[in-house]
């Protein structure tokens, strides 16, 4: 089955097979989202780092995917050697 039939029936094999690609995938935009990190200056990547915290405390939010934004927090905090604190962002804008 692609992706351009939707109503096709797919069978488990197939559906296994797809589930894999879209982890792969996804392995693959995350990684690119670290090492974008590494572009950022210190401020911008703590600014980046609360951001997702907030985000890991939002209710609106269900308890995996707030679960995920953590992890993302601290993988992000693991590979740039980045502390916990809380940015200061006051005069922070874009261009800085």
Known sequence: MTTDNPEENMTFGELLTLIG???RRLTV???????????????????LLHSLRLESQNQNRDEALQQHFSRL????EKRN?????SP????????N
């Open 81 to 85: 050697g980045i502390s916990t604190a």
């Open 73 to 76: 927090a601290e993988e992000l």
């Open 88 to 95: 200061d962002i006051s005069g922070y804008n874009a261009t």
């Open 21 to 23: 690609d879209q982890q």
């Open 29 to 47: 935009l995350e990684n690119a989202f670290a090492f974008l990190s590494f572009c950022l200056d210190e401020k911008a990547n703590q600014l």
